[in-house]
């Protein structure tokens, strides 16, 4: 179903993420004439699309007329205060405030606009950009429950979509799904490695970790079966899989990994919230 706006949608940043929004956007038929471009410099992706779409393009629309039915932050963090302030001039008392930046607290927003204004902070990651993303979104108090609709349809726009009530738990969020896809990643060139000490050639042995990583990660979106489960069932009772299995299970040492990892990441973010 196409997604209907009463007034226009400012897009702050054409980076991959807000690029990646806008077409994905388009591509649900959102109408070209309600999406607005702030930027100054579009990378090229993003550039062919305002081109694709005759889409309106500026450094800045403070001279907007209509206020925006959504202003979604998506600049790089440490620009949004030179960028957001000038913005949160054009928003109405209907508009709602959608931020993508990593670590900005909703306060950090609240604190630019008029009381009682709608403001989502939102956490997409990085296969988003496909289209393949996950985002968990955090509203304040002022935000209707209709406005929440509408960042759900948005952002679904790139991906699934979740919600949680406590903005502390944002920083949960990006240190296993903000930044998992890293995690991922590491995990394919640690698994080539491993494929070159057994003996393979380095670009087979990156095929293969490469390919097996993202095959088991569509089959476990495609599959109504827990990870557990699938995993279970590639596991043969005294095979190889459950040899490799026994030496990164023991002593929950994969579990421990991880668990330390995510616990430093959510730290960080902790750390970085407090300094916006």
């Given amino acids: 179903m196409p997604i209907e706006l009463s007034g226009p949608l400012l897009i702050l940043g054409a980076g991959k993420m807000g690029g990646a929004l806008a077409a994905g956007l388009l591509a649900r038929g959102l109408k070209p004439e309600f999406v607005l471009i702030q930027d100054p410099d579009p990378p090229p992706e993003s550039a062919e699309l305002i081109r694709a779409h005759n889409l309106s393009c500026a450094a800045s629309f403070s001279d907007l007329k209509t206020a925006p039915s959504v202003i979604l932050a998506a600049v790089k963090p440490q620009v949004m205060d030179a960028v957001f302030p000038a913005a949160a001039k054009v928003a109405g008392p209907e508009t709602l405030t959608l931020s993508i930046a990593a670590g900005r607290t909703i306060a950090s927003f609240e604190q630019y606009l008029a009381e009682g204004s709608a403001v989502v902070r939102a956490m997409p990651n990085t296969p988003a950009a496909i289209g393949h993303g996950i985002t968990v979104c955090c509203a304040n108090a002022a935000t209707r429950p209709e406005q929440r609709e509408l960042t759900t349809a948005l952002m679904s726009a790139v ?39 057994a003996g393979l050639e380095q670009d087979l042995a990156m095929q293969l970790a490469r390919s ?53 990441a959510k730290a960080r973010g902790e750390a970085l919230a407090g300094k916006s």
Wanted: contains cysteine.
């Fill in 159 to 197: 991906g699934d979509v979740a919600w949680v009530e406590d903005e502390a738990l944002m920083n949960a969020v990006t240190a296993v799904s903000g930044s998992g896809p890293a995690y991922v990643f590491h995990l394919a060139e640690c698994l080539a490695d491993a494929g070159i000490a």
């Fill in 212 to 264: 097996t990583v993202a095959g088991a990660g569509a089959l476990l979106a495609q599959s109504e079966l827990s990870a557990e489960q699938l995993r279970q069932n590639v596991t043969s009772p005294g095979g190889t899989t459950a040899a490799a299995l026994d030496e990164l299970m023991e002593d929950f040492a994969m579990k421990r990994l991880f668990e330390r990892a995510v616990a430093a």
